[in-house]
C-alpha cells in the first residue's frame, strides 16, 4: 500500500466510506452491532455519542444505549485512541486498552503537571479511586472527586479529569454503568472480570487494521495510524499483515476484500450528532466539510451537523428541546423534508419509548 496524498476525494470513495460507517445500506440491528462495526466511538459527549448510533440504526432509543452499557456490560466507556473518551465493545476493551494507551500515558503526566499534581499526588489519586470503587461499588465523577479532594489532592481545574484517566490508562477503572443521567466508573476487575493473557502485538495490529477498515475503509495507513493515535509504523505493520484480506484497488487506499466498491450509494440526508464518526475516521474531514469546517469544527468542538449527497450542509442544535436547523444556503425542498423528517426522529430517539409524542 502507498501514501495517495489525494487532495480530493471521489465522491465513489465518500460512498464506500459511508456505507462502511452504516450510514447507507441496511441500518445495524442493535447499539452492540455499531460499535461492532466502528471499533471506537468517540465518547466525550453523551449525546453525540448515543446520535451516532441512532443514524446507524432504526427503531432503537437512547436508552438502548444506557441499557447496553448498565444491564448487558456489553459496552464500556474509557481513554483510548488519541487519548480521548471512547465507546467500545466490553470484548474489544483488553485489547484495545493495552495496544492503544501506552503512548498516551507521557501526555498525561504532563497535562498533570500543569495542573499542580505531583507524580505522588496523582498515585494517591488513583489509589483513592481504586479503593473507594472496590470498597463502594460504582461511583460517579462527582463522588469520586469528593473522596479525591478529601485524600489533599488537587481536583480543581482539569486536574481531576486527568488524575481519572491516569486511573483508566493504568487499567484500573472505566465508564461503566449509568447512575440516573450520570455515567459511572467502576473497577475493570469487578465489571469485566480477569484480564486475557497477553496477545502478540502483530496480531493485535492485524486486528486494529483490519476492524478500522471495516468501518472506515477505504483508507490510507496515515489514515489508521491517526484515528488510532499510534506511529505510522504500526499502522503499516497491521496492514502488512493483512494483505491478504485486502481487495485490490487502483487508487492506492486500502480496503477489505468484499466491501462495497464504486457501486456504493451515497447516505440519504442524516442528522448527524456531535464528534460523529463521519469526521474522526481519517486524516482529513475536508472531504465531508469542505469550506464548512471552520463553522462545524471550533476550538476543538465538534458540533452537530445534516449530511446530504455526503457532504456537510447546516449545523443543528436543540434549544428547549427541539431541533433547529442552520443550513449553509438553500436547501433543495426534498432535502429539507427529508431533514425535517431526521429531526422528528432524534426527538423520538432521545425521548425514549415510554414518553408521549409531544412531550
Do not use: C, Q
Given at each position: 500500500m502507498t501514501d495517495t496524498g489525494l487532495a480530493t476525494v471521489p465522491a465513489t470513495v465518500i460512498a464506500q466510506r459511508c456505507a462502511a460507517q452504516l450510514l447507507s445500506g441496511s441500518p445495524a440491528r442493535c447499539v452492540v452491532d455499531v460499535v461492532d462495526r466502528l471499533l471506537a466511538v468517540q465518547g466525550q459527549d453523551p449525546r453525540g455519542a448515543r446520535l451516532a448510533i441512532r443514524a446507524r440504526t432504526a427503531g432503537l432509543f437512547a436508552a438502548d444505549v444506557d441499557m447496553a452499557l448498565t444491564a448487558d456490560r456489553s459496552l464500556l466507556i474509557t481513554w483510548l485512541n488519541r487519548g480521548t473518551l471512547h465507546l467500545v465493545r466490553s470484548a474489544d476493551y483488553w485489547w484495545l486498552h493495552r495496544l492503544t494507551t501506552p503512548p498516551l500515558l507521557s501526555g498525561?503526566?504532563?497535562r498533570l503537571s500543569q495542573e499542580g499534581v505531583s507524580p505522588d499526588a496523582a498515585n494517591l489519586g488513583v489509589r483513592v479511586i481504586e479503593r473507594s470503587l472496590a470498597q463502594e461499588g460504582?461511583?460517579?465523577r462527582g463522588q469520586l472527586r469528593d473522596r479525591i479532594s478529601a485524600a489533599g489532592v488537587r481536583t480543581e481545574g482539569q486536574a481531576l479529569v486527568h488524575v481519572l484517566m491516569l486511573a483508566c490508562l493504568r487499567g484500573i477503572c472505566?465508564?461503566?454503568?449509568?447512575?440516573g443521567s450520570e455515567h459511572a466508573y467502576v473497577l475493570v476487575r469487578d465489571w469485566l472480570g480477569a484480564p486475557p493473557g497477553p496477545v502478540d502485538p502483530d496480531r493485535a495490529l492485524a486486528m486494529l487494521a483490519r476492524r478500522?477498515?471495516?468501518?472506515?475503509?477505504?483508507?490510507?495507513?496515515?489514515?489508521?495510524?491517526?484515528?488510532?493515535g499510534l506511529p505510522l509504523r504500526d499502522a503499516r505493520r497491521g496492514l502488512t499483515v493483512i494483505a491478504s484480506e485486502l481487495g485490490a484497488r487502483d487508487d492506492g487506499l486500502a480496503a477489505l476484500a468484499g466491501q462495497p466498491d464504486g457501486g456504493a450509494q451515497l447516505p440519504p440526508p442524516r442528522l448527524l450528532g456531535?464528534?460523529?464518526?463521519?469526521?474522526?475516521?481519517?486524516?482529513s474531514r475536508q472531504p465531508i466539510l469542505g469550506s464548512a469546517q471552520r463553522i462545524v469544527t471550533?476550538?476543538?468542538?465538534?458540533?452537530?451537523?445534516?449530511l446530504v449527497r455526503g457532504r456537510a450542509v447546516a449545523t443543528w442544535a436543540m434549544p428547549r428541546g427541539e431541533v433547529d436547523i442552520s443550513p449553509f444556503g438553500q436547501l433543495a425542498g426534498a432535502d429539507a423534508a427529508a431533514l425535517s423528517a431526521e429531526a422528528s426522529d432524534v426527538k423520538?430517539?432521545?425521548r425514549g419509548p415510554d414518553s408521549p409524542p409531544h412531550s
Open positions: 498525561n503526566a504532563r460504582p461511583l460517579t472505566v465508564r461503566g454503568p449509568m447512575i478500522y477498515l471495516a468501518g472506515h475503509g477505504p483508507a490510507s495507513d496515515r489514515d489508521l495510524a491517526k484515528w488510532a456531535a464528534y460523529d464518526p463521519l469526521l474522526l475516521g481519517w486524516e471550533v476550538n476543538g468542538l465538534f458540533r452537530p451537523f445534516a423520538r430517539f432521545l
